[in-house]
């Protein structure tokens, strides 16, 4: 039936049009992105949100003669999944690149929020992943850092780049020790901290090839702790191949080699205890010897008021550096935060502080918090390398 066909005074009627409301469908648009990213949130365990880790190799001799010496060799995800197994770290790069032939290197990339900008492929150096094969040799133990036949020591190989713009400005560095030790602790720790803190690790702990390779691949320089002995040794003991005053100094080296071998890109060594140990030139003397034909430096945590490191090295010309403080000698959030603010005072006073702290959760937890505001407030986080020039 149409108006044509229709009787007349029946009125015909009209289809109805149902329409949609523009503002209902983008409130439904919103609030399906948001189920969307909740989801995710929830489902994808990626404490970097996926940002991307990308490997580069650098080609030292294009670097000496003016070329591009910075190339890509890899982009990974950045999600857990693929660095929570050794394999996985070893694909990063494909077959025939720097993982292939053992010269496995990455540029330096901060770590999200630390407020540093990313190198550029102009001023980035090589950091590697393990240790070189030019700067090790087979002890009786396993590899041993050694300098290389140019000179080039262990120390400056594995040392993280500090831009030249950091000129004057006051730095601190950060050491956080007992890496390692704890699978889930270590991961917190790595995940946190910023790439310029360094990881001193213990020689005891579970897969530190895995964790050095995590720990390089952000950017972070590595020490070994060595376990030394204490005034109430062996009621406190720090563990197996403990340096002792009481062995001869041909069987502490033995213990040394031991130690040693137990890490590879690591810049030096620092005293895990070892107030009795570090008191005595004896003891001292031969330890600190070997670390300076090694290429290496000795960090001092600043633990024991007696130790004679840090002036027998100066005097040997091995590279040492100690701490002004230990952070979490009291391991409180209300003491961690009164000892940065410790250590901010001294570096602007100074020019440059050092600080030393376990990786407790609460001392990971509260530098991690600290180390955010610090580029506003005008002081400039280093690596534990950059105090040797400073000082």
């Known amino acids: 039936m149409n108006d044509l066909s229709a009787p007349l005074g029946i009125a015909i009627p009209k289809a109805s049009r ?59 995800s950045g999600s857990g999944e ?94 956080i020790g007992g890496i390692g030790l704890s699978q889930s602790g270590t991961q917190e720790a790595l995940r946190q901290l910023p790439a310029e803190v360094t990881l001193a690790f213990a020689p005891y702990g579970n897969s530190l090839d895995l964790w050095q390779g995590r720990a390089r691949q952000d950017g972070h320089e590595l020490l070994l702790q060595l376990p030394l002995e204490p005034f109430d040794y062996p009621d406190n003991d720090p563990g197996p191949h403990t340096l002792l005053t009481t062995l001869a100094p041909e069987q502490n080296s033995e213990r040394l080699d031991w130690l040693m071998s137990r890490l590879g890109a690591y810049v030096g060594v620092m005293n895990y205890m070892g107030a009795r140990f570090t008191a005595d030139p004896a003891a001292v003397e031969p330890m600190l010897r070997t670390l300076k034909d090694r290429g290496l430096l000795y960090f001092d945590d600043g633990s024991s008021s007696r130790s004679r490191t840090l002036e027998i090295g100066r005097r040997l010309s091995t590279p040492v550096a100690g701490a002004d403080l230990v952070v979490d000698a009291l391991p409180s959030d209300a003491d961690i935060d009164a000892r940065l603010a410790q250590l901010e005072q001294l570096a602007r006073t100074r020019g440059l502080a050092v600080g030393y702290a376990s990786a407790l ?28 020039a400073a000082r």
């Open 361 to 388: 959760p609460v001392s990971v937890r509260r530098i991690a918090e600290w180390t955010r505001g610090l580029e506003n407030r005008g002081i400039t986080l280093v690596p534990v390398t950059a105090t040797l």
């Open 82 to 175: 693929d660095l929570d197994a050794a394999d996985d770290i070893a694909a990063a790069a494909p077959p025939g690149t720097a993982e292939d032939d053992g010269d496995d290197m990455i540029a330096a990339v901060d770590q999200p929020g630390s407020g540093a900008a990313l190198p550029t492929a102009a001023d980035a150096r090589a950091m590697p992943l393990r240790a070189l094969d030019e700067l090790v040799e087979e002890g009786r133990f396993g590899q041993l850092p050694k300098i290389g036949a140019d000179g080039t020591r262990p120390l400056d190989a594995y040392a993280r780049p500090v831009p030249p713009i950091v000129g004057a400005s006051p730095k601190i560095a950060i050491i």
């Open 18 to 76: 149902r329409r949609w409301p523009i503002a209902m469908i983008f409130v439904a648009a919103v609030s399906l992105v948001v189920m969307v990213a909740v989801i995710w949130a929830v489902m994808v365990d990626d404490p970097l949100g996926g940002q991307p880790v990308a490997s580069a190799r650098i080609d030292r001799d294009a670097a000496r003669t003016g070329g591009n010496a910075v190339s890509v060799v890899g982009v990974r």
